[in-house]
Nanobody, 129 residues
C-alpha cells in the first residue's frame, strides 16, 4: 500500500503559477504510476496528468496540455504538478493518486485514469480573475 499527502495549493491570480507536491509513504514508490486529478464544485472528478513509474512517460488532459507539467523524484518518493498560466477554470480540489504497475508493463507505461486506486486527501487551488 501507499499513503499520499498533497501540499502546495493556495490562492493565485489568473496567469500565475503554483507547484503541487505529493509525498508518498509506504513500500516501493517506484512501482507505482502516479497521477493528478481535480474536482471542481458541482462537477465530477477529472483526470489532469499521469506519469509512469520511471518518469519516462507522461500524459495530460487536453485542457492543461502545454500549461501543466507532471514530474517525479523516486528517491524522494514525491510527485509534482507544475501549473502555469492558471485560469479561473482550473479552480478545484486537486488529488494525487497512485496505481500499482506490474513490471512487465515497463517503466514508460502511464496508467489509464480508471486504474488509480490510492488517493490523497486533496489540496485546494483557487484562481482568481
Amino acid at each position: 500500500q501507499v499513503q499520499l499527502v498533497e501540499s502546495g495549493g493556495g490562492l493565485v491570480q489568473t496567469g500565475g503559477s503554483l507547484r503541487l507536491s505529493c509525498a508518498a509513504s509506504g513500500s516501493f514508490f517506484s512501482s507505482y504510476g502516479m497521477g493528478w486529478f481535480r474536482q471542481a464544485p458541482g462537477k465530477e472528478r477529472e483526470f489532469v496528468a499521469g506519469i509512469s513509474r520511471s518518469g519516462g512517460g507522461t500524459n495530460y488532459a487536453d485542457s492543461v496540455q502545454g500549461r501543466f507539467s507532471i514530474s517525479r523524484d523516486n528517491p524522494k518518493a514525491t510527485v509534482y504538478l507544475q501549473m502555469n498560466s492558471l485560469e479561473p477554470e482550473d479552480t478545484a480540489v486537486y488529488y494525487c493518486a497512485a496505481a500499482f504497475v506490474r513490471a512487465y508493463f515497463g517503466g514508460s507505461y502511464v496508467p489509464h485514469p480508471a486504474e488509480y486506486d490510492y488517493w490523497g486527501q486533496g489540496t485546494q487551488v483557487t484562481v482568481s480573475s
